[in-house]
């Protein structure tokens, strides 16, 4: 996982990837091709204390988070007017960025930001079917530092599509939105299809047409062979 971060987490944190926790990204996408990308990483407050004194140096009183706004290094997430917010969920306190694109193109740009993941393809075209290939590449050796801090580290890559859900190659599927468990040290290309949900019904219906038109060639032709038969007689 490369050290500037997974997606446009400063690097000033990026000891926070290597060092554990937990991280959701999820890209939610929306007919036009606009949507929200949100990244959201959950720690403790020993979590926290390893992270910020061992893993980035500092001896502060700042949170990860509100360091993560001091840092320089936000000027993607200055140009796309992310939002930065701390919530607490049970003992776990979450820095959550949410960065909302314009359309798959803006996606397709913030996406290579990272070293991680490279868009090979973001489309959408005339008849409304989405196209989503993304290709993930973690950092070799992260293992070892993460684990040298005694934290447990988790990836969980999520996606809404537009649309009804084609074929893909997700670990689990909800509804419209796909996710993948990702790990450290391996390469990963994320593959997901989607199609109008207003075309459904249609295909369920030329579905249904095409087993009557099965069954009534069936009844014909039983009732040819019995006609010949009786004929024979």
């Given at each position: 996982m490369s050290k500037r971060m997974l997606f446009v987490i400063p690097i000033a944190l990026a000891t926070l990837l290597l060092a554990g926790c937990e991280m959701l990204i999820n890209t939610s996408v929306k007919a036009?091709?606009?949507?929200?990308?949100?990244?959201?990483?959950?720690?403790?407050?020993?979590?926290?204390?390893?992270?910020?004194?061992?893993?980035?140096?500092?001896?502060?009183?700042?949170?990860?988070?509100?360091?993560?706004?001091?840092?320089p290094g936000i000027d993607l997430l200055e140009e796309f007017n992310a939002t930065?917010?701390?919530?607490?969920?049970g003992s776990q306190t979450w820095c959550v960025t949410r960065i909302s694109f314009a359309n798959l193109d803006e996606l397709a740009y913030i996406y290579p930001q990272t070293d991680n993941a490279e868009a090979q393809t973001l489309d959408i075209n005339a008849d409304g079917e989405f196209t989503y290939l993304v290709n993930i590449h973690n950092m070799e050796g992260a293992k070892d530092e993460y684990e040298a801090l005694g934290i447990p580290y988790t990836i969980t890559w999520?996606?809404?599509?537009?649309?009804?859900?084609?074929?893909?190659?997700?670990?689990?599927?909800?509804?419209?939105t796909l996710t993948w468990d990702l790990e450290l040290e391996q390469d990963y290309s994320l593959y997901a299809e989607s199609f109008p949900s207003n075309s459904t019904p249609w295909l369920i219906l030329g579905g249904v047409g095409l087993c009557l038109c099965l069954l009534a060639l069936v009844i014909i032709?039983?009732?040819?062979?019995?006609?010949a038969w009786r004929k024979k007689r």
């Open positions: 036009d091709g606009s949507g929200i990308l949100t990244v959201e990483f959950g720690y403790t407050a020993r979590e926290e204390r390893l992270i910020v004194t061992e893993g980035i140096g500092e001896d502060s009183s700042s949170s990860l988070c509100e360091l993560f706004k001091e840092d930065i917010t701390e919530e607490r969920r999520k996606l809404t599509v537009p649309g009804a859900v084609g074929e893909n190659n997700a670990d689990k599927v909800n509804g419209r032709g039983v009732v040819i062979i019995v006609i």
